[in-house]
């Protein structure tokens, strides 16, 4: 193994291993961002919740609970926190008592706010559990197999078998199909892939591109920073890219993405941005007051 390949490994264990992840999620929706692992700078997925292969501490469950952009991600993570307040004995459960009480005061998902109740309420019965476990998956499996088969039309355009035009169709009823049922972090690794892979033509990629600056803010921020701080993205892909956000997004919207793909690539920290923002919001509050003065 190469030195490179070393510590690329070790990044990927520490932030995996969670230093500092609960922080981490905190900036990330300061930000306005969906949830990444911090270091490698993968989004969240339900499934990250559910493995043994991965150790994400108590606090940042939590976290995600209460702060998740992606609503799925969100009651993914409830769900760990109720098992291990299940196993507890009566003594050993108020803390969880009270932190579910706080979930479910501070969740920005409505679904995570009644999952906290009914798992309270039954006072953290694992048939309760399971049931919320239940609902998520049948919440989850029609979008996933409807990524499934986007990904065979991919297929099918790399190997010349439907038009431009097809795909972009199939792209368009996808996202409409997907959106907001399917894990973020799963539908922009699929957008990764589509910019990045050298044997989708270049129209193809442009026309894509179109369609996510129609996007909601938030979900054009990221996937456009995104295929921006690509390294496999190559760049004429990337001059039309950024070509077309001056041409159609305002100076403050390019600017957000400006921003996240320097984050992503390092360049600056999110702490950097909050610094940033926290000084223009007290220059605004205090224009204003001397405006009234």
Known sequence: MTANAQVSQAQTYNAMKGVGMADHFVTCSRLGRYLTFQGTGRFLITDDFATSKLSIPK??????????????????????????????????????????????????????????????????????????????????????????????????????RVSSGTFIDDFVDFTKSVAGRLDFGIYSYCLDRIFATPLIPLQVKKMVAIEVLRFPPLVRRELISNALANAGVNRETKDFIRHAVSLHLDKSQAVEIELLEAVKEQRISAKDIEKSLNRASRAAAFSGVSGRA
């Open 59 to 160: 606090d940042a469950q939590a976290m995600a609970s209460i702060c998740s952009k992606d609503e799925l991600v969100a009651r993914a993570a409830l769900l760990p926190l109720a098992h291990r307040a299940a196993s507890l004995n009566d003594a050993r459960r108020g803390a969880f008592e009270e932190l579910f009480e706080l979930i479910e005061k501070q969740t920005l998902s409505p679904h995570v706010r009644e999952g906290a109740a009914a798992v309270l309420q039954s006072g953290f019965r694992e048939n309760r559990i399971r049931e919320l476990e239940a609902v998520l998956s049948d919440d989850l499996n029609p979008a996933r197999k409807r990524y499934r088969k986007f990904l065979d039309v991919v297929r099918e355009l790399i190997e010349g």
